[in-house]
């Protein structure tokens, strides 16, 4: 079996199946597991360098928002060919965070091979945990499929019994700094499972843009800051784009001291399996419950 991943969640989800020996071809921001990634071949390349601009100039580029417009990356159509997958991992969820589907699909059919494409498209904290399934079945390990959904599953539900019965808090999880944008699909649910009350965005939502003044009306009490596609330290650059808003200060989450940077890559943003830990930082976050590992600053960490 020879299978392409372009999407950074499919990379996630072909580890967690033990199949990464398989991998011949990834997308440039397959990060997961870093020590196999060096020596996997690359076939995709971004339009910019989203390093050297601020959230502001990359929404404009993409479109005017952080979720529409053309998608912002090419594939290298011969380094495909080359490879001859079995299968390539796709999705056709979000338009420009990752190779379109319509592209994938116009390269696969000019390759002279028998190549599966198929498209994941989660929306929910339950989809992400199906695909495990799906492309389980697809790559001829269900069994292991099964046995791993099962162990995240139990995972959540420790989760959601640690947390339970404790205070609520009311939570807004931002998912893109300027404009600000409310982090919708599964990480309601997260939070949920988390013991908080989400805010601002319901379960499996493809959301829109948010004023600022929506979050003063939602006044949460915890802030949790998970930019699509920024590590912590990235988001922590743009840290003044939130302090200098108006009215930032009376809010009850900075006056608690209860708003958090998140590492959006890798537990939040992607639906892939690591959406499991993301439940267990948010349950540290929201209650200092530990469920699974310690909770690290690189996981976690004060805004």
């Known amino acids: ?30 990060d997961w597991p870093p020590e196999a990634m060096a020596s996997i071949p690359v076939v995709t390349g971004a339009e910019f360098t989203p390093d050297d601009l601020s959230s502001r100039e990359i929404s404009e580029a993409v479109g005017g928002s952080a979720h529409s417009g053309s998608s912002l990356y090419t594939l290298d159509t011969e380094a495909l060919a080359a490879l001859c997958p079995d299968v390539v991992l796709t999705q056709d969820l979000c338009a420009v965070c990752a190779v379109s589907y319509e592209k994938v699909c116009g390269a696969v059919r000019l390759l ?46 420790a989760v959601a019994r640690l947390t339970a019965g404790r205070p609520r808090p009311r939570v807004v999880a931002i998912e893109w700094l300027d404009p600000l944008w409310p982090a919708g699909h599964w990480v309601p649910e997260q939070i949920t499972h988390a013991g908080g009350d989400p805010l601002l965005a319901s379960p499996g939502e493809h959301t829109k843009p948010m004023t600022w003044d929506d979050v003063r009306a939602a006044s949460p009490d915890v802030v949790l800051v998970m930019p699509c596609g920024f590590p912590p ?61 310690t909770v690290t600053g690189a996981e976690a960490r004060p805004f």
Request: glycine letters at 8%.
């Open 1 to 30: 079996m020879r299978i392409v991943s372009l999407l950074p969640a499919a990379t996630d989800i072909v580890a967690e199946l033990g199949l990464v020996d398989a991998l011949v071809g990834r997308t440039h921001e397959c």
């Open 112 to 157: 002279d091979a028998d190549t599966r494409v198929l498209s994941l498209e989660p929306r929910t904290l339950d989809d992400v945990l199906e695909c495990l399934i799906t492309v389980g079945d697809l790559l001829g390990v269900r069994d292991r499929a099964e046995r791993s959904t099962a162990e995240l599953r139990a995972r959540l539900a």
């Open 233 to 293: 330290e990235r988001t922590l650059r743009e840290r003044d784009v939130l302090s200098s808003l108006p009215g930032w200060a009376e809010l009850p989450a900075v006056r608690a001291g209860q708003v958090w940077v998140l590492d959006g890559p890798a537990y939040f943003n992607r639906p892939g399996p690591r959406v499991v830990r993301g439940a267990e930082v948010l349950a540290h976050v929201l209650h200092g419950v530990r469920a699974g590992d």
